[in-house]
């Protein structure tokens, strides 16, 4: 079974920057697609960055240009770089996987990302 484990969440200033880690069990060139997505308080989770296995990266409005998501296939971990961090970026950040052929959606158990000062 296929499990997620995501890093590197935690408080930050505006402006700063943070990266995010999601470690795979199994190889990441398995899945059709991986990508993150975060929920804010009181607010329904949301799609951030996502990267297909042949490479295409999409990215919501609001962090285009701001964040980066990218993967390492020998250490089966997909980042998300983030830079010039907003308050209004604080939230649990998750990765989700979908896996190959079945179209299963494995997730982590997400980090948590504040930006305050």
């Known amino acids: 079974q296929v499990q997620l484990v995501e890093s590197g969440g935690g408080l930050v200033q505006p402006g700063g920057s943070l990266r995010l880690s999601c470690a795979a069990s199994?190889?990441?060139?398995?899945?059709?697609?991986m990508g993150w997505y975060r929920q804010a308080p009181g607010k329904e989770r949301v799609s951030v960055a996502r990267?297909?296995?042949?490479?295409?990266?999409n990215y919501a409005d609001s962090v285009k240009g701001r964040f980066t998501i990218s993967r390492d296939n020998a250490k089966n971990t997909v980042y998300l770089q983030m830079n010039s961090l907003k308050p209004e970026d604080t939230a649990v950040y998750y990765c989700?996987?979908?896996?190959?052929?079945?179209?299963?959606?494995?997730w982590g158990q997400g980090t948590l990302v504040t930006v305050s000062s």
């Open positions: 989700k996987a979908v896996v190959y052929g079945s179209g299963l959606e494995v």
């Open positions: 199994g190889r990441i060139s398995s899945f059709n697609a």
């Open positions: 990267i297909t296995r042949g490479g295409v990266i």
